[in-house]
């Protein structure tokens, strides 16, 4: 049963990452066209970039005036705490699995 709700995790994990290929390129394009001054900041590739992903973490697009940047961000960030929330769930779940076996 622990084994199964690790797969589920990691499920759950797979949702959100398919959530994340859909907002996160939005993100980014709109930054792009409409604030260049932040895609200087996130930089060229900042797709996988850890300080892209880390401004994202830490909502740094809250500091611009712009409700259509925070609407295509906000859903990035939910689904890329997803991910790492499955990630680390089934993970945690997957070594009670083994230790109990």
């Known amino acids: 049963m622990v084994l199964f709700l690790a797969l589920s995790a990691f499920a759950i994990a797979i949702a959100g990452a398919t959530a994340f290929v859909i907002f996160w390129p939005l993100t980014l394009v709109h930054v792009r066209d409409r604030h260049p001054q932040i895609g200087a900041q996130l930089g060229e590739g900042a ?6 992903l ?8 809250r500091g611009t005036p712009d409700r259509n940047l ?3 961000a906000t859903p990035s960030r939910i689904s890329l705490l997803v991910i790492l929330g ?4 089934g993970g945690v779940l997957w070594i009670i699995g083994n230790a109990l076996s």
């Open 47 to 52: 797709f996988l970039k850890p300080s892209a």
């Open 54 to 61: 880390w401004w994202l973490l830490r909502a740094g697009y």
């Open 70 to 72: 925070s609407g295509l």
């Open 86 to 89: 499955g990630i680390a769930m």
